[in-house]
Structures are given as C-alpha cells and as structure tokens.
C-alpha cells in the first residue's frame, strides 16, 4: 500500500509529495487567505461552476452564489417566529417549504467546494479504502486477528475516549449544537501520525507497527461512521439498488479479465458515486464499494512498504496512479476547508483538541489494559504502557479527517430550520479550528515521549534489544520503507 513512484523525481518534489506539504499549504493559505479577506475566501470556494457559462457572472449587483444562499438563510430564519405563531399547519408548510428549497440548491449548486469535497476527495477515500481492504488479506495487518486483536481494541478506546469526553464537554458546557460534531476527535491522521512515530520510536520499532494497525483500523471505523451518523440530507434507499448493480458490474468486468483500472473507475465507479449521491451518503465515499471489485494481490505486504511497488495488479495501480494526483487534491481539500477566522475559536475548539490530545491516549491506553488485563491478550513484544501511551498522544493528530467530518457533520444540508445560519456557520468553524490545531499534536506527543524516557532507535541497534523485537511478534505492517506519505489518513 501507499506506493511511491516517484523515485526518479528531484529529491524537492519528492519531498513535497511523500511529506503531505501540499496538504499543509493549502490550509495555511486558507486561514491566512479567510483572516485576511474572508469575504472574498468564500465568494471562492462557493463560486457556482455554471456561472462560467451563463449570463449571471455578468450581474454582480446579484452577488455571488454563497451571498445568495446566506441572505435567503436569514430572510427564512427571520420569518421563523412568525411561521411558529401562525399555527402547527403553517410551520408544517414552513417547514416543507425550506427542506424542498434545500433539496433544490443541493442538487443545482454545483460549486468549487462541492467539486473538491464531493468529487476529488472521492478518490482520496477510494485510496483509504483500499488499505483497509489490502489489510485483511493474507499477511495484513488484520488478517490475523489473534495479533490484531489488542489493537483493535485500542482502535475502539480510540473512538470512545475522544468521542465521550467530547460529548461530556458539550453537555457540561450546555452546547446542544456541539453534540453532532462527536465524531470529529475520533479520527487518526495516518501520513502525520506516521511521520511523528518515526521521529519519536526510529525506524522498525514494535510500537510503530501497533500505531499503524490502529490507525488502519481507525480508518475504517471512520468511513463507517461518516456514511451512517452523517448523511448529506434523507436517506433515498432506492439509489442503493444502483450501488449493488455498481458493484455486480465490477464484479462482472473482473470476471471478464479487464486489468484497467480505468474501466472500474468510470463505469461501477461512476455508478456508485451517483448513487452515494442521491441516496443521501456522503458523495465522496462514492468509491468504496468497488475497490473489493478490483482485481487485486493475493497477498498484503504492508502499508508503506516499498516492495508493494513491484505489485502490477490492478488495485495496486489505481493507487500507484493515484497517489501523487491525490496529494494535490489533498493540497485544494486544505485550501476549501481550512479558511476559518481565528475569532472563530470557542468552546467547539477546546472540546475538540481534548478529545484529541487527552482522550485518544486515554481511550487508548485504558482498552490496551483491558485486552491485556480483562482478556488475557498479549500487548506486542518491545511494547510497554509507556510506548502505549505515547503513540495514544500521536494518534491525536486528526487533521485532514477531522477537518473533513467537521465539513459533514455541520454541512448547511443538515442545519435544523430552528437554528440560525450564523450559529450553525460559527460552531462549523470553531471545530474546524480544533481539527486544524490537532496538528500540533505532533509535538505534544514528542515531548510527552521525551519525558517518558522513550528514545528512538536505530535498525539492529543492539542496545535496545527488547524494543526492536521481530515484527512477526509485533503484528508489524511492514512498515520500514522510507515512503512517509500516504493518501490516506
């Protein structure tokens, strides 16, 4: 998995590529770019497409498109308490009046945040889906579930510790509107998390591959979780129906020896977004249920390692191809979201890194103990609670998914007709913001390992025997190749 092809560029760009840098201009941009004109920011990144070709890019005095839909937000939310005092039968009205103007603009507004969200970051989650797939196949991480139980488990205190000090904060803190962001903290950011277990564990260190493992399974829950607790407006299961004849075709051209990925991509592909999409789950998941079509290896060498470069099966080659486009699109992702206003900071942010940085390395640790303790499963050999709960304070780097459920839970097609659009924008962004500083959750967890005493080591360093163990004891994912970027977090 996560192959890089990119050998023979100059050692800058490779950098650029293997160290997700486009990624982290973009949101840089982004936040300089929203705190300096905000204005313009979104005029941006809510340009309507189809006002390149039709008359209405002439009539500025119209504004633009987010304008439009901002102004008809709170001419709707300023007639609210005249719809509830007019009786039951009016709000109904109200009510119906609102959600088919919604379902209109949903379907029209074919915008530059739609495109990067909706459509390019489909393939970012096809390529996150393809690791979790490659994991469960024979040499995976998850293929053994006896050596993956333990991390499992850590995955789910993973989830529940960020997710259950997020909500005990919101309701503490009496943030209704907070509650459906729960799912923001439970994200690992795998090309960050990877990087920092390099700098704080060296290279081939047991804890690395247990870090992994988790993420991967963290990877999965999160697609899970972002299809079913967050859908982009009513669930239409008729358009399901397409999503299985999607899936039957790419079984069918599989079966037919079609090697090209290109085949999979813009037929069963194609098929599966567009039901996605009308069927009211996040578009950008449109992917996922192909990549089992795909004809692919028998085997899984290992997320980051470089002999999967060698692998020539078509599954294999979607990712190779994709690998590099995907940092750019991750690069326009950064630019799309990442542009909030500093003032937007609030009690959305505060719940948001606690749940990161406190209770990953909780959640983590708490369910390692119990695998250990109440199960009887074996914590990896060269593992210790303090290597637990270091990488527990890694796996609190959440950023690109974070960032990216932050922009589901609270997109405009979920905000209740109650609740004003500046409310609704304004904890959007105060997560946002706690999604984007769980970046700097890379340096806690260096320091937080430095004063646990952990120290990097080298390949064969002898003095460290118990900590550079086999990775056949260590459920290790072969993760010793030099490649740190991965498409997917």
Not at 289 to 307: N, Y
Not at 326 to 349: C, D, K, P, Q, R
Not at 377 to 402: C, D, M, N, Q, W
Request: net charge negative; proline share 5%; hydrophobic share 50%.
């Amino acid at each position: 998995m996560s192959h890089s092809h990119s050998s023979n560029q100059p050692p800058v760009i490779r950098f650029l590529f293997e160290n997700s840098i486009f990624l982290v201009a973009g949101a840089v941009l982004a936040l300089v770019w929203a705190n300096v004109d905000h204005q313009s920011y979104e005029n941006f990144i809510h340009f309507e497409i189809s006002r390149l070709w039709t008359a209405d890019h002439a009539e500025p005095e119209h504004g633009s498109g987010h304008e439009a839909a901002h102004e008809s937000s709170h001419a709707e939310d300023s007639h609210a308490a005249d719809e509830h005092a007019s009786g039951d039968a009016k709000e109904e009205h109200g009510h119906e009046a609102g959600h088919a103007g919604h379902e209109a603009g949903h379907a029209h507004n074919i915008t530059i945040h739609f495109i990067i969200n909706d459509v390019l970051m489909a393939l970012f989650f096809a390529i996150a889906a393809m690791e979790d797939w490659e994991s469960m196949l024979p040499g995976g991480a998850l293929s053994n579930l006896r050596k993956a139980a333990t991390p499992l488990l850590a995955t789910l205190g993973g989830i529940v510790g960020p997710a259950g000090l997020y909500l005990v904060g919101a309701w503490l803190f009496k943030e209704q509107l907070l509650i459906r962001g729960w799912a923001i903290p439970c994200a690992t950011d795998i090309a960050f998390s990877y990087l920092v277990a390099r700098w704080i564990f060296g290279v081939g260190h047991p804890a690395i591959a247990f870090l992994l493992l988790l993420a991967i399974a963290d990877d999965a829950a999160g697609l899970a979780i972002l299809a079913v607790a967050y859908p982009q407006q009513p669930l239409q299961y008729v358009w399901f129906l397409l999503t299985l004849l999607a899936i039957a075709i790419g079984f069918g051209m599989r079966k037919m020896r079609l090697k090209s990925f290109w085949w999979y991509l813009l037929i069963p592909g194609v098929l599966s977004w567009i039901s996605f999409y009308f069927a009211g789950i996040h578009a950008a998941l449109g992917l996922v249920p192909i990549i089992p079509a795909m004809p692919h290896a028998h085997t899984d060498l290992g997320i980051f390692a470089r002999d999967e470069m060698k692998q020539t099966d078509t599954l294999n080659a979607f990712a190779a191809w994709w690998k590099n486009p995907v940092e750019l699109i991750l690069g326009l992702f950064g630019l799309a979201n990442a542009g909030v206003m500093f003032a937007s900071a609030a009690t959305g942010t505060g719940l948001v890194l606690a749940g990161l940085v406190i209770g990953k390395p909780l959640g983590i640790t708490f369910f390692t103990w119990i695998a250990q303790r109440v199960f009887g499963l074996e914590v990896p050999k060269g593992i210790t609670y303090r290597h637990i709960v270091s990488l527990g304070l890694v796996a609190g780097i959440g950023f690109t998914v974070a960032l990216f459920v932050s922009d589901a839970a609270y997109a405009d097609s979920s905000r209740p007709d109650d609740v004003l659009q500046a409310d609704w924008s304004f904890v959007r962004d105060s997560v946002k913001m706690g999604a984007l500083l769980s970046f700097f959750a890379g340096a806690i967890a260096i320091g937080g390992a430095r004063l646990l005493g952990i120290k990097p080591i080298s390949p064969g360093d002898s003095s460290a025997p118990a900590e550079s163990s086999d990775s056949s004891d260590s459920s290790e994912p072969s993760a010793s190749g030099d490649d740190p970027g991965s498409a997917a977090e």
